[in-house]
């Protein structure tokens, strides 16, 4: 029988891990909010940046309790400078991409990269599923299922579409577009959007304002996707992941210049008890409360993981990271033993992030791969 609470504390370290530290902002915020057992605390003076240590494993670990035994979330060492780095092109970020989907097996990565590396200039796939599947010797199904994972989980939206159409409609779908006007237009009148909406109205008898905000709607999409990423700015990152050379040996530390100390406000843990509150209002506190230990722990849990993977790749690219030799990837397979960890866990761990290194600022994704088998060419 599964636990449940198990299950829903997996499901919240594994959310929590593949956010950056930007998008674990937003989080923060909300959660403090609207759970009373979570605050934003002040600095005391006597305070210094937290050090990273093993994680325990009970509901929040030792070093996560404060000298009064409260549990506290003490953000590691701060660099706020943002950095503008070099784009990859669109393939190579496709195919990074790919590597860290779930549910691949090594013949899926062979042909998700075989459709990437045949995308057009427009970032449509113009080759027929049948050939790429006799290519592989699988069925059609199984390449389909490939494409999908690109079109539904790859950036930027549309790519790996067959064509303008599919394009739009895969955008609509990830924006999750419920009325089915732009859809309609998109399949039906796809020539018409931007010309005359009072024909467009009375055509489908539909009210002009509803035909103006959709045709508006898809006049923010492209049609070919591959120039949407050719004409995006630069990025501007925060590393989350640092890892320094001081003399003849390297640091690895987490960057959190944006988390803010978190504190448990045990004060509320009180009104738990008090008669005046109904057991649905009890039920409610006592599930805060729980989520609040949860959250704390599931912060130091992510910190703990993301140290150790910089600390592996000290470990295993170290002639890059010292400048003699170009970077090899590490398998992801070679990486989980290592890490004890699942495969899925690294992948959750690697979305979004950027490592600061003595060679520049890189995707994290960068410095791993998935093993695949090699196919020759026809």
Not at 98 to 109: K, V
Not at 273 to 300: G, I, S, V
Request: hydrophobic content about 40%.
């Amino acid at each position: 029988m599964i636990d449940k609470s198990e299950e829903r504390q997996k499901l919240g370290f594994l959310e929590i891990l593949a956010k950056s530290q930007i998008e674990l902002l937003d989080v923060i915020e909300e959660l403090v909010e609207r759970n009373l057992f979570l605050e934003i605390a002040e600095y005391e003076e006597s305070e210094e940046i937290h050090e990273d240590e093993e994680t325990e494993e009970e509901l929040v670990s030792s070093d996560i309790f404060d000298d009064d035994n409260v549990p506290v979330y003490l953000p590691s060492k701060e660099y706020r400078e943002y950095h503008t780095v070099d784009k990859p092109s669109l393939k190579e970020h496709l195919v990074m991409g790919l590597h860290l989907l779930e549910d691949l097996d090594e013949t899926d990565l062979a042909i998700g990269e075989y459709i990437i590396y045949n995308l057009d200039d427009r970032g449509f796939l113009t080759i027929p599923l049948e050939n790429i599947a006799k290519r592989f010797n699988v069925d059609t199904e199984k390449v389909g299922k490939v494409l999908i994972a690109i079109q539904e989980e790859l950036d930027p939206p549309g790519i790996a579409a067959r064509n303008a159409m599919e394009s739009l409609l895969i955008q609509l779908r990830r924006l999750g577009v419920k009325d089915d006007l732009p859809y309609l237009l998109v399949e039906r009148y796809l020539p018409m959007i931007g010309s005359d909406t009072a024909f467009l109205a009375r055509l489908l008898n539909r009210p002009e304002e509803e035909v103006k905000t959709a045709c508006a709607l898809l006049h923010k999409l492209t049609a070919f996707p591959a120039k949407a990423w050719q004409e995006s700015e630069p990025l501007s990152v925060l590393p989350d992941l640092i890892i320094d050379k001081l003399d003849d040996r390297f640091e690895v530390y987490l960057n959190e210049a944006m988390i803010p100390k978190i504190r448990y406000f045990k004060e509320y843990e009180t009104l738990i008890y008090k008669n005046e509150l109904t057991k649905e209002e009890q039920k409610l506190l006592e599930t805060m409360k729980q989520e609040a230990f949860e959250f704390l722990r599931n912060l130091d849990r992510r910190r703990n993981l993301l140290i150790e993977i910089g600390n592996f790749l000290v470990e295993r690219v170290h002639q890059f990271l010292c400048g003699e030799a170009d970077l090899t990837p590490v398998m992801i397979e070679e990486a989980a033993p290592t890490l004890g960890v699942p495969i899925s866990t690294i992948l959750y761990a690697l979305r979004g992030k950027y490592v600061q290194t003595p060679r520049g600022i890189f995707p994290l994704s960068r410095f791993f791969t998935r093993r695949k088998k090699h196919v020759k060419s026809g």
